[in-house]
DNA sequence: AGAGTTCATATGCATGCGCTTACGATCTGC
DNA sequence: GCAGATCGTAAGCGCATGCATATGAACTCT
């Protein structure tokens, strides 16, 4: 399967014209969660957590598990997660009164009240990092990144189960 | 220094215009990783493998220790790759004659055709998801990329230690 | 009403990785 | 020539994660 195939594409011919994608963006990625974490830490907030409050924000959800595959983590890790924030009255979890074996999962005043503040914070350092590019790389990159990232055929959901 | 520019930092208050970098780009990144993969397979390399090719053909390495650190693995943890891909001869791994402790690590012939195809194979996957950006944004993409990727601040070495 | 399914939860297992220690061979400085 | 540092290698610990199983409550379909 070693088709030198070299249209357009890679360069013509010989050696790339780029690091391979992965290569660059798999390190920007670790280093990008290495830098939120100290602000993580002084809010006292996992990773994980931080995702359930960013997603629970955006779309209202219904089960746990759905949570669980919107933020790709396991549905039985994120248990102890969510009872975290429930506890620290970040999050509400009512038992569904049309089915209840869902909980219903919402943000509380506090809760989004600190998700704003992280995410501000989190933002601000990764716009003074941004700032280091010229403006139209800037602007480039973050449309070609917001491209990507909503490609279906990149970001495949689990085979099989429709979001309902 | 840190003042943001006029357009749409996030400062001032109101809802983030955009996701988080790292939200965005550690999905991306697993979905390139994850793309991989079969290329990856289907030539027996493992990702450490690969970054091993990878590495030792732009820079020639003197200890193992440094191509560690360069690839960002544990020093302990390629020995075992090296070993099989010196017995695959796609590495040497010689003696140094001036330090007979340290091993000078290179490309085989046969490793650098390896290398080529399998990063022929894999940047030919990843234009084709390039190709689905407006080219204004792809280009802009990748230079913020790029640019972003040799950013020092970010991509920090192991604080304390100095390449001597 | 009963079978099968879905949900939240608890638990256990295996894996991959970072970090640490140990050890023998070798090099460097004194 | 000896002490201490460096290199490659081996082995083990601990943590986070993914995957699987089990259980009880609740829902659905027939």
New interface residues.
Partial sequence: ??????D???TSGGR?A????????????R??????QPVLDAHGLTMWAY?VL?HLDETPIRTQAALAEAI?ADKTRIIAVLDDLEERKLIRRQPDPGDRRARLLSLTGEGRRLRDAV??A???G????????PA??????????????T?P????RKPGRETR
């Fill in positions: 399967m070693a088709e030198n195939t070299a357009r594409g890679t790339p780029r690091p391979d994608l992965a290569a660059m963006i798999v390190p920007l990625g280093a990008l969660m290495a830098a939120e995702s960013l790709r995410q501000a989190i933002q601000q990764e716009e003074r990092l941004l700032a280091q590019l139209a790389d800037r602007n480039g990159f973050l449309r070609g990144l917001q491209a990507l990232s490609l055929e990149l970001m495949p």
